[in-house]
Structure formats: C-alpha cells, structure tokens
C-alpha cells in the first residue's frame, strides 16, 4: 500500500498513509486473492503500540460481522506468524461521528475469540 496523496497525518485510517504497516500490509496483500471480499474492506493496517490495527470501510454496525472477525482471525494468524507472544488485533470501522469503532478483536493470548463482548449492564 502507498501512502495517500496528500495525507499528511493519515489520522481518519480511511487508505494507506505514512503509519501503514507495510510488512502486514504485504501479508494480506499476498496471502489471499485481490477478489477476497473481506481483504476488499481493508483500508489501512497499522502497527500501534504493538498492537494491529485493521482499518476497514465496514459501518459501525458492523460489530462481530462475518466480516469482521475474518479479518482479525487473519491478524491473529500474521502475528502469531511474526512470533509475537502476545497478540493483540483490532478490526476498526470506518472513520465516523465515534471514530474508528472496534468491530472485532483479540485482546492477548487469553481471549480465544475475535468477537468483542461488552460487560453485563447492572
């Protein structure tokens, strides 16, 4: 992925910028065919903090769509490939009112699902 032209700061992850992570880009980019419905949604992969951040153009309603935990599943799969111990993947929607929501993550090598959970209400 190229940087977009003109983006300075890159800050709404809606295409490549000068943050993307270039060698997880390539992961995706190859791994699977151009036609692949959910590597089609990915706007920008970012590496943060140690943590992967898949922006997508998926809506904020997007929460534990098919779609979603595709793409995190691959996340995982590229870290673990990369021999990080402790895997961390966002999916992220796209930019809006909220930002880039989390549609799907693995919070560490405990959570044993991409799906994002949301505590019980008292």
């Not at 997880?24 to 992967?52: E, H, M, P, Q, V």
């Not at 929460?63 to 590229?78: D, H, I, V």
């Amino acid at each position: 992925m190229a940087p977009a032209e003109g983006d300075a700061a890159g800050s709404k992850a809606d295409g490549p910028s000068r943050h993307t992570d270039q060698k997880a880009s390539a992961y995706f980019r190859t791994k699977w065919a151009k036609n692949d419905k959910a590597n089609n949604r990915i706007k920008d992969i970012r590496t943060i903090g140690g943590y992967l951040r898949i922006y997508t153009d998926l809506p904020e309603e997007a929460g534990n769509s098919p779609t979603a935990l595709t793409l995190c599943e691959r996340g995982l799969a590229y870290l673990k490939e990369q021999n990080v111990t402790t895997p961390v993947v966002f999916v992220q929607a796209e930019f809006g009112e909220n930002g880039n929501p989390i549609l799907a993550n693995i919070l560490g090598p405990a959570d044993a699902t991409c799906r994002v959970t949301h505590p019980d209400r008292d």
